[in-house]
């Protein structure tokens, strides 16, 4: 435990959570003086590591262990598919519950609105973690569609040269990521596969929406402007 706890002490004292933690030691030690802080963080984390020590390791991964403890357990409603997590906008984020009647119809009104069909290609530039963008991988898996996976992003060259070379047919964003593809010179690409845009996840500005619309229409492509949010599963709103 010492060995494991003093490497904890110092990522603490490196992320600058000294005051943070004052308060916990507030009566058992000067917290005015450091080397006594880390005396108490000490404490603190050793005798935590003992009382994990003694739950049964269910399983584990990546450095990661799942316990079992003796905490009351609760039923899952049947009907209960994913806790999603908002973006936070309000505050902290929350998780909502999302049912399989949830998923479900939002997923079908979004490809019966966008008809998508087999022959659409999407690429994974937004996080699986992400309610917009489970969804386009929801709708496209939905609509018998295909998708690109990639770690890479926008500002790599090989993410367009994935792009082009599996001809993608439709891209999507959050208005981040339009200010980016301006910057990125996106309005003088050939995306001659290129379909269809869609934009969620907050507000465009004026500008760009207009600057979008007119690429759209020079190039023949469609633009769809969405909202949706958490506690709707995903896109509600075109």
């Given at each position: 435990?010492?060995?494991i706890?003093?490497?904890?002490?110092?990522?603490?004292?490196?992320?600058?959570?000294?005051?943070l933690?004052?308060?916990?030691?507030?009566?058992?030690?000067?917290?005015?003086?450091?080397?006594?802080?880390?005396?108490?963080?000490l404490?603190?984390?050793?005798?935590?590591?003992?009382?994990?020590?003694?739950?049964?390791?269910?399983?584990?991964?990546g450095?990661?262990?799942?316990?079992?403890?003796?905490?009351?357990t609760?039923?899952?409603?049947?009907?209960?598919?994913?806790?999603?997590?908002?973006?936070g906008?309000?505050?902290?984020?929350?998780?909502?519950?999302?049912?399989?009647e949830?998923?479900?119809?939002?997923?079908?009104?979004?490809?019966?609105?966008?008809?998508l069909?087999?022959?659409?290609?999407?690429?994974?530039?937004?996080?699986?973690?992400?309610?917009?963008?489970?969804?386009?991988?929801?709708?496209?898996?939905?609509?018998?569609?295909?998708?690109?996976?990639?770690?890479?992003?926008?500002?790599?060259?090989?993410?367009?040269?994935l792009?082009?070379?599996?001809e993608?047919t439709?891209?999507?964003?959050?208005?981040?990521t339009?200010?980016?593809?301006k910057?990125l010179r996106?309005?003088?690409?050939?995306?001659?596969?290129?379909k269809?845009?869609?934009?969620?996840?907050?507000?465009?500005?004026?500008?760009?929406?207009?600057?979008?619309?007119?690429?759209?229409?020079?190039?023949?492509?469609?633009?769809?402007?969405?909202?949706g949010?958490?506690?709707?599963?995903?896109?509600?709103?075109?």
């Amino acid at each position: 435990y010492i060995e494991i706890t003093k490497n904890l002490t110092k990522q603490v004292m490196k992320k600058g959570l000294y005051r943070l933690f004052k308060q916990f030691f507030n009566s058992i030690i000067d917290y005015g003086k450091k080397e006594n802080y880390e005396k108490g963080i000490l404490l603190y984390f050793s005798i935590g590591l003992k009382l994990l020590d003694k739950n049964e390791k269910v399983y584990g991964y990546g450095g990661y262990d799942l316990l079992k403890t003796e905490a009351e357990t609760f039923a899952i409603n049947e009907e209960l598919a994913l806790l999603m997590t908002t973006s936070g906008s309000t505050g902290s984020p929350k998780f909502v519950r999302q049912s399989y009647e949830n998923i479900s119809a939002n997923t079908k009104s979004i490809v019966e609105y966008l008809e998508l069909n087999e022959s659409e290609r999407s690429i994974t530039n937004l996080p699986m973690n992400y309610v917009y963008g489970l969804s386009i991988i929801n709708t496209h898996i939905f609509s018998g569609g295909s998708i690109v996976l990639t770690g890479k992003t926008l500002f790599q060259k090989e993410f367009w040269q994935l792009f082009k070379s599996n001809e993608v047919t439709n891209l999507n964003g959050v208005p981040y990521t339009f200010e980016m593809l301006k910057l990125l010179r996106f309005f003088k690409m050939e995306l001659p596969s290129l379909k269809f845009i869609t934009q969620a996840g907050g507000k465009l500005s004026a500008e760009l929406h207009k600057t979008m619309a007119e690429y759209a229409e020079k190039t023949n492509k469609k633009f769809f402007v969405m909202y949706g949010a958490s506690e709707a599963t995903a896109r509600m709103g075109y």
